[in-house]
């Protein structure tokens, strides 16, 4: 039911009343504490318990996967609405991916929520010890808007597995695709123990006051450190998925036309508008002339001549990062692309050279369908290069030498490692995901998510009797007793503690 | 402050404390420093807490030197990159995770055992290998100096490193970038860390505290509870973190707990408690004021008698308790066990419930179906049945707090995981470019039920299963390569 004020809350006085049971403040409302009464409600839900059985958990992420299929073709429309991304695109990155991690987590429920035995010592032999995984109980996940399917609906598996009541905030600025979860997804979760809130920064400042017992945010550092700033208030873990500059090395040692296949691929995928995307490369000149052509050639295969007629290349989300990117576009020179639309929101598939380090194209995350190349001598160069920077999100190396990538690999430090290719690593549910450093911190993705949202309780059952074997550990202690303790538990093994 | 943290980061950068064998030999170094100097550091402890040797070896020197020993043993398998599993798409290719240190760390220790409270993180972020500074608690203050002295005369001067001083130097420290902070201390002071880490966008581990509840059943043997009990509680005078902080139970046990602790207190530090060697005193003149604050207005069972010369408390306990007094109202910390008698168990668990989550929960019982009710229905940090304490001893089990007890945890592995980035890696060959084409733009529906087949299919165990997905895998590879090459 809608909150305050009676009747359905809406967004902007003259927009659709939302439908459903998701919160927006009204301008004219109070703005003493809109979340009070929702956030109440959900916590005393998760003090009932029933969030806890494991049908329940399963119930909702079964009603989750429901609204995926049932959604299809609205979801699909949004995300097209939102960021021109074709329905193969929408499904690949976005549905497919939920929809299999809905699936692990039904599949793999049981044994995730199983206590963990842990083994004991010499001293606990007789008892019994688990680790026993525990919702948190009350979470926000707050959602970006670049794959606001994906990266909304992801993380939400996770904690109803966990077995939270869970706030959900996805992005307002992706509007189409936040009108379709704010008005269908609540159709299908129990709404005792889900709510979501709406709004933009400032409504997301006043739901960060209050307390939630686990915050999940994906984007920016800058935004990342208010909301880890925010968790303070309450000593909050936090799961912080953030961003950066990744790099993506190019050997010489390759063929330019695969590396420039797979680079441009997940560049220009969503416009560029990815936190794994490949930002920049890395090359030495020689290795850039062969891959200027190469790359031309990809993107005309890819995208046609006209690319801006291309169905298969998104768009940039809104006005302000479409004028961003476009003053990107006067860095350097551009060597690929550089035609822009603003009626459209379209930048074409471009590459700049010559950019000096200092430029601001090299200065903040590109987030859009723009690649600079820099030019370095070789490995080593490129290394310092890298490791001069804030640790990124994804590291990328290209090179027909194992030795190589195993060189990047073990001197560099980034969130994820791709050898020869781009962020393919992404649809490896075994694999967890999550930035290090100015990138992020905590990771998530299959069994890693519910780990996330789970507190591992350590529980240690001692037997109620057999008190002489506790006499050792009891004052006084008489000489006799102090060598004991020291010849058993002294110098040597004490691997049986 | 600014330069140490940087010479310390330089340190790191030269990469010297990566090899396994370079963590191995400085672990080796810190045992020998601990079986060296032993008396040395014994004696710093026992000045601080009034500590007998022997307690502070068995409390604190047997678990760091049980700790080094872990990780010598386990280190080698667990800086080994894991391999994972893979689907479809990245059947031919290497998927693994690789652990890597992450830095510099930043240890920030605690007065009450600051010999391991301080060196156990230590161990896991060399392990893990970083380089790390130590800023061990200027409230023990003689061990903070023979920390400050043995160290560098044992380990690498300039990848670990100890800096003391008081809330100033801890301040200024807390203003320079680090990759991890790891914390243990209270509630307060965990805020200040983390606000300071947000900063950076510093990941942290918050060992705090709290009221760790301890709930005793009619159906137990009162005798041995109380023994366990009463060792657990006064054990270095109650300034443990893990501490059953406070006892509930139904009204008409209260008399015969009472009696039964002390006995055991009599049985453990004789008549006169005061010339026991075993027993502690309080840390300092602060904590002594505020912890007989606590004891204003309550009914003393036993105990009750202070020296502030010596800052002794004498082995205390309350009785029908106010949860609304001031005793009930923060951590104790000290030799004063409040009961605050309940009906039952339901209103033991609700009592539990409505504070904030502890770090440590305690429930005695012959009945496991009431155990288990009272962890299904609670949350702390971690839980003891039938015991206290013994949870932290075992270093298969990760210790830490949650909600206000902390968050992150430590001892054993989840030292070298909390220290370390796990970093998943996928090494393609850049052969077979055929298989991408799928991927490719332009699109067409069948891409895209292709997609969904490689994507949705799981490699499972069931030999029939993935017999025929490498089949299908196979004719989709060839029809691909065949359309679109």
């Known amino acids: 039911m809608s909150e305050k004020g009676g009747g359905s809350a809406v967004k902007d006085p003259g927009a659709e009343p939302t439908l459903g049971t998701s919160w927006v403040p009204h301008p004219s409302q109070s703005r003493t504490d809109p979340f009070e009464d929702t956030l109440r409600r959900l916590r005393e839900a998760f003090h009932s318990g029933c969030t806890r059985p494991a049908e329940f958990r399963a119930e909702q992420l079964q009603a989750l996967g429901r609204f995926l299929q049932e959604n299809k073709q609205l979801l699909h429309d949004a995300l097209a609405q939102d960021l021109h991304k074709s329905a193969f695109d929408s499904d690949i990155s976005e549905l497919i991916i939920c929809q299999n991690e809905i699936n692990l987590a039904l599949q793999n429920l049981q044994a995730w929520m199983k206590d963990e035995p842990g083994s004991t010592n010499w001293f606990t032999k007789l008892d019994s010890a688990f680790i026993r995984k525990e919702p948190f109980g009350l979470v926000l996940i707050i959602a970006p808007w670049n794959y606001p399917v994906n990266l909304t609906l992801v993380p939400l598996v996770g904690a109803l597995a966990a077995g939270n009541c869970v706030v959900l905030k996805p992005s307002e600025i992706s509007r189409g695709t936040e009108k379709v979860l704010a008005e269908v997804l609540p159709k ?159 930048i074409a598939p471009t590459v700049l050279v010559d950019v000096q380090e200092t430029e601001p194209v090299m200065q903040e995350e590109i987030f859009g369908p723009i690649l600079p190349i820099m030019n370095v001598r070789g490995l080593d160069e490129a290394i310092e290069f890298i490791n001069r920077r804030e640790k990124p999100l994804a590291l990328y190396a290209f090179s027909n030498s194992s030795q190589v990538v195993n060189q990047m690999l073990e001197q560099t430090s980034s969130g994820s490692f791709v050898g020869n290719d781009g962020f393919i690593h992404m649809t490896l549910s075994s694999l967890p995901f999550g930035g290090v450093g100015h990138s992020g911190m905590g990771r998530y993705h299959g069994k890693f998510t519910f780990d996330t949202f789970s507190h591992h309780r350590a529980c240690l059952l001692c037997p109620a009797g057999l008190e002489k074997l506790n006499n050792i550990r009891y004052p006084p202690y008489s000489d006799r007793v102090q060598q004991l303790v020291h010849w058993v538990l002294g110098s040597q093994s004490c691997t049986i503690l | 402050m600014e330069r140490e943290v940087q010479r310390v980061r330089q340190a790191f950068l030269s990469g010297r404390s990566r090899p396994l064998r370079f963590r191995l030999q400085q672990l080796e170094a810190l045992r020998r420093m601990v079986q060296e100097r032993e008396k040395d550091i014994l004696a710093a402890i026992r000045s601080d807490l009034c500590k007998s040797e022997f307690n502070a070896y068995s409390q604190e020197v047997i678990t760091v030197l049980g700790e080094i020993d872990f990780m010598l043993e386990n280190l080698p398998e667990w800086v080994a990159a894991k391999p994972v599993k893979k689907n479809l798409l990245t059947m031919l290719d290497e998927a693994y995770l690789q652990p890597q240190p992450l830095g510099v760390v930043l240890i920030i220790g605690a007065w009450n055992y600051p010999f391991v409270l301080t060196i156990q993180p230590l161990i896991g972020a060399i392990a893990a290998g970083n380089a790390v500074i130590i800023k061990p608690s200027e409230l023990s203050e003689n061990t903070a100096t023979i920390l400050a002295k043995l160290l560098p005369q044992y380990l690498d001067q300039d990848l670990y490193i100890v800096i003391n001083g008081g809330v100033e130097e801890t301040t200024e420290l807390l203003k320079q970038r680090f990759d991890h902070i790891l914390y243990t201390g209270n509630t307060a002071v965990g805020k200040i860390v983390m606000e300071a880490a947000a900063k950076h966008l510093t990941p942290v581990t918050l060992e705090l505290g709290g009221k760790s509840p301890c709930y005793i059943d009619k159906d137990c043997d009162l005798d041995i509870v109380c023994r366990r009990i009463t060792w ?54 602060r904590h002594f004021k505020r912890i007989l604050s606590l004891l204003e207005g309550q009914k003393i069972a036993f105990g009750g008698e202070t020296d502030e010369a010596t800052r002794y408390i004498a082995p205390t306990v309350l009785t029908d308790v106010d949860p609304k007094t001031k005793v009930m109202q923060e951590e104790i910390f000290g030799p004063v066990l409040p009961i605050v008698p309940v009906k039952n168990v339901d209103e033991a668990i609700n009592f539990i419930n409505e504070r904030e989550k502890p770090l440590a929960l305690y429930v005695f019982s012959h009945n496991n179906k009431l155990i288990k009710r009272m962890i299904d229905e609670t949350s702390s940090g971690g839980v003891t049945g039938n015991d206290v304490i013994m949870h932290f001893m075992l270093n298969s089990f990760p210790f830490g707090g949650v909600g206000s007890s902390g968050m992150g945890a430590y001892h054993g592995k989840h030292s070298f995981d909390t220290f370390s980035h796990q970093r998943p890696c996928l090494l393609k060959s850049l052969k077979r470019e055929g298989a991408n084409k799928l991927r490719y733009p332009p699109n067409s529906q069948s891409k895209v039920d292709w997609g969904k087949f490689f994507l949705l299919k799981r490699f499972n165990k069931q030999k029939l299963g993935l017999l025929f997905l490498t089949f299908l895998g196979i004719v989709a590879a060839v029809l691909v390569k065949a359309e679109y090459y």
């Open chain 2, 232 to 285: 657990g509680k006064y054990m270095n005078c109650g300034q443990t973190c893990i501490a059953p902080d406070y006892i509930l139970c139904e009204a008409s046990l209260q008399n015969q707990i009472v009696q039964k602790i002390k006995e055991t207190v009599k049985e453990f530090y004789g008549e006169n408690v005061k010339e026991s060697p075993d027993y502690e005193r309080i840390i300092n003149l």
């Open chain 1, 188 to 346: 299908y979760l129990d709404q005792r123990c889900f709510a979501m809130v709406l709004g933009g920064p400032e409504e997301t400042g006043q739901l960060l006051e209050h307390k939630f017992d686990y915050i999940f945010f994906t984007g920016s550092p800058r935004v990342g450190k208010i909301v880890m700033t925010a968790a303070t208030k309450h000593l909050t873990p936090v799961t912080l998925e953030l961003g950066g500059k990744n790099p993506c090395y190019v050997d010489d040692d390759c063929d330019p036309q695969i590396v420039a296949n797979r680079v441009a691929w997940f560049r220009y995928f969503n416009a560029g508008q990815t936190c794994v995307a490949p930002d920049y490369l890395l090359c030495s000149p020689e290795m850039q002339e062969r891959l200027l052509p190469a790359l031309q050639s990809t993107i005309t295969r890819f995208y046609g001549d006209d690319p801006q007629s291309s169905p298969n290349l998104g768009r940039i989300i809104n006005q302000k990062h479409f004028q961003r990117l476009r003053a990107l576009l006067g860095c350097g020179r551009v060597a690929i692309g550089g035609q822009s639309d603003e009626r459209d929101r379209y």
